[in-house]
Nanobody, 120 residues
Framework: EVQLVESGGGLVQTGGSLRLSCAAS????????IGWFRQAPGKEREEISC????????NYADSVKGRFTISRDNAKITVYLQMNSLKPEDTAVYFC?????????????WGQGTQVTVSS
């Protein structure tokens, strides 16, 4: 069974940090790029970061650039999203997804999401 399971969300104050994890199983993890997405209430889901198959290249949305860092450990079949200097506007459900490559719009597998709430 293919699974992507996000964890690490929670409630944090403005300026705080969280590290999200995306643990994969049921597919060949290092055949896929992994993207992190978020969806705030009443807003569309947006891709905020993506890392390529080997972890040698990553990209970020302008809204998180300089504050968030994506990484992956293929041996642990896990992708991480380190989030620093959090703001109330970062409040959202965060999802990870597997895709054939960063920049490819189609996402093959999705996780169930983890809630991040940043209080002001």
């Amino acid at each position: 069974e293919v699974q992507l399971v996000e964890s690490g969300g929670g409630l944090v104050q403005t300026g705080g940090s969280l590290r999200l994890s995306c643990a994969a199983s049921g597919f060949t993890f290092d055949d896929y790029a992994i993207g992190w997405f978020r969806q705030a209430p009443g807003k569309e889901r947006e891709e905020i970061s993506c890392i390529n198959r080997r972890g040698s290249s990553a990209n970020y949305a302008d809204s998180v650039k300089g504050r968030f860092t994506i990484s992956r450990d293929n041996a642990k079949i896990t992708v991480y999203l380190q989030m620093n200097s959090l703001k109330p506007e970062d409040t959202a459900v965060y999802f990870c997804a597997a895709k054939s490559g960063c920049g490819v719009p189609a996402n093959v597998y999705w996780g169930q999401g983890t809630q991040v709430t940043v209080s002001s």
